[in-house]
Every structure is written in C-alpha cells, then in structure tokens.
C-alpha cells in the first residue's frame, strides 16, 4: 500500500468551526463523505470548549466571525494544545506563506472549495 492511500484511510476526528451553519453542515457532508468524523460548532469559544473534552486531529476555521475570530482560535488552539492539533484556515481572503506563520496555521483552504480540493488537503496533510 502506497502513503497517499495510507492518508486516504485513516479516519480523523474534525472540528469545523463556522459562525455560518449552512457552510458548516456543508462541509460536514464533505469531509464526512471522504470518511472523516466531523463535529460542528459555530464559534471559537465552542471550539475550545470542545477540545477540552474531546479528542481532535484538525479544526478547520472560518477566519472572519464575530467574537473570536479564526486567528484568535488558532493561537489559543497552539498554545493550549502544543501544535498537537492541526488548525486549517478556511477563507476567501488570500493568505500567504509569511501570514501563515504569523497567525500560527498549518494549511489554508481557500473558498470557495470543492470536494477534490478538500480530499487533496487531506492527502497533503
């Protein structure tokens, strides 16, 4: 068995953040079609209160909601969690090389996505 079918399955434990339910359920179906677990919550409060409880492979992020934004969440998650977690940005905006090592982020997924670029990110991971 070749490593990118090793990747493909393995399943992992997903936390989607979104302030938006119908992107997040969304990417639910997704993530949960490719054969990963994926829990929803709707802000960065939720989600670090999920990890505290709950064991977790990678948290995508919307970047822009209100509260705690996506870049917040992902310092807190790097700190709290050692960089155990992989913590992807999920955004419309366009994000370089250098922003990323700034706001403490492994991957980007740029919106608007489809299925495939979504299971080459898992692939990539």
């Known amino acids: 068995m070749n490593e990118s079918t090793s990747k493909e399955k393995k399943s992992l434990d997903v936390?989607?953040?979104d302030d938006d339910f119908i992107i997040a359920e969304s990417a639910r179906i997704l993530v949960e079609?490719?054969?990963h677990k994926?829990?929803?919550?709707?802000?960065g409060y939720d989600a670090l209160e999920h990890l505290k409880k709950n064991n977790c492979d990678i948290v995508f992020t919307d970047i822009g909601m209100p509260e705690m934004n996506g870049w917040e969440l992902a310092?807190?998650?790097q700190i709290k969690f050692e960089k155990k977690i992989?913590?992807?940005?999920?955004?419309?905006?366009?994000?370089d090389q250098k922003v990323k090592e700034e706001q403490s982020i492994?991957?980007?997924?740029?919106?608007?996505f489809t299925l495939a670029k979504l299971k080459k990110l898992f692939l990539d991971l």
């Open 15 to 17: 936390l989607w953040v």
């Open 33 to 35: 079609s490719i054969g």
């Open 38 to 43: 994926c829990t929803l919550v709707m802000s």
């Open 75 to 77: 310092e807190a998650i």
């Open 86 to 95: 992989k913590v992807i940005a999920v955004t419309g905006w366009d994000i």
């Open 106 to 112: 492994d991957m980007v997924l740029q919106k608007p």
